[in-house]
């Protein structure tokens, strides 16, 4: 059975400190790179689930690497080398305090808030009458404040960014233009793949006095992907989407009673939930890259990052 990495303990040369994130562990190398490590960590609800998924941060890794190089036109971004299948190592950047989130469509929360009345969301007004998976006149962005680790994100607008100094004007018209030209270059190269972008998240922050694009891109824990084929004929129907993205999981979580609430207990991760969740990743590789997903070797996954990383940072 295929081993997932959930927990690291490296120690680098250089290294000043860790931060581990809900699905990445990352290492501070003497405060000017960045060692970001992708666990099988998965996360759902701000939730970190007890299993690992075999795969699943090597998977996540190559997609963000791949449209890192694929849009370094649009905007520098952070990356220097993947010397793993499961590392990225990229420059040191000070984060913006929030996250930029782009949607193309109507769904997910937005669509769950709409559905209870809402017309608002972060500052951008909604019209009435719209369908779930309804597509925007233009995408809409909505950026959500970054929580801390087992905190929720919180919905924040323009104004409120501007007015709490998370970002200054001239930063924050930077960031919308990069968010709005990212997602344009990532719903052309999803069509050319028979999918749809239908909404993603983008974090920045500064290098040198410059605005880089930092952590992952269009994989699926950041993204919705919609199957363009039949997605009007869905549509009409009122019928749900086919989609590639991690809301298979939050749905089964919620199929069994769980929605990150307080007092909510994670159902049991069989093995074989597990292997079928695995499965759906390499399914959604496959589809977003247009090439084969090659396994890594996982016998000894944590010596083998460990090797791989000494011998780049050398």
Known sequence: MSKALTKTDFNFPGQVNVYNGKVRDVYNINNEKLVMVATDRISAFDVVLPKGIPYKGQMLNQIAAKFLDATKDICPNWKLATPDPMVTVGVMCKGFPV??????????????????????????????????????ETPIITPTTKAEMGLHDEDISKE???RQCLATKEEYEILEKYTLALFQRGTEIAAERGLILVD?????????????????IHTPDSSRYFYSEGYQERFEKGEAQKQLSKEFVREWLMENGFQGKEGQTVPEMTEEIVNSISERYIELYEHITGE???????????????KNIKNYLK
């Open 200 to 216: 993603t998240k983008y974090e920045f922050g500064m290098h040198n006095g410059e605005i880089y694009l930092m952590d992952e």
């Open 99 to 136: 996250e930029m989130i782009v949607r193309g469509y109507l769904c997910g929360s937005a669509w769950r808030a709409y559905k209870s009345g809402v017309r608002e969301i972060c500052g951008v007004k909604l019209p009435e009458g719209m369908r779930e998976n309804q597509k925007f």
């Open 292 to 306: 084969t997903f090659l396994k890594a070797d996982t016998d000894n996954i944590s010596e083998r990052i460990d």
């Open 160 to 162: 409120e960014i501007l």
